[in-house]
């Protein structure tokens, strides 16, 4: 069974930094977009970064660009959501999503492209 684990959530101070990592469980995404996501409270979900495991592109919502990077680590069939100069409006369960289907897509930060997520987890930035 295919699962997407992800860890690293947590609470921090504005200003600071947090790592999200998610591993891919029983397939490897080689050429697939895998992206981040996340929920705030009475929100609706948001494409934050986005990742095409086939050569690294990448695609960052306006909101977290410049701020949080997204990476990958073959090796480790494993996607990273390294974030910084965290503030207060970052807060929200962050999720990890793949898509099954290999190749281009035009949207990759839009959830409707999306086949498979994480359990979520949770970051909380204080003021």
């Known amino acids: 069974q295919v699962q997407l684990v992800e860890s690293g959530g947590g609470s921090v101070e504005t200003g600071g930094s947090l790592r999200l990592s998610c591993e891919a469980v029983?397939?490897?995404?080689?050429?697939?977009?895998m992206g981040w996501f996340r929920q705030a409270p009475g929100k609706e979900r948001e494409g934050v970064a986005s990742?095409?495991?086939?050569?690294?592109?990448?695609r960052y919502s306006g909101s977290v660009e410049g701020r949080f990077t997204i990476s990958q680590d073959n090796a480790k069939n494993t996607v990273y959501l390294q974030m910084a100069s965290l503030q207060p409006e970052d807060t929200a369960t962050y999720y990890c999503?793949?898509?099954?289907?290999?190749?281009?897509?035009?949207?990759?930060?839009?959830?409707?492209?999306?086949?498979?997520w994480g359990q979520g987890t949770q970051v909380t930035v204080s003021s």
């Open positions: 999503a793949a898509r099954d289907i290999v190749g281009w897509i035009q949207d990759p930060l839009s959830e409707e492209n999306y086949h498979r």
């Open positions: 029983g397939y490897r995404y080689s050429k697939n977009w």
């Open positions: 990742i095409y495991t086939n050569g690294g592109e990448t």
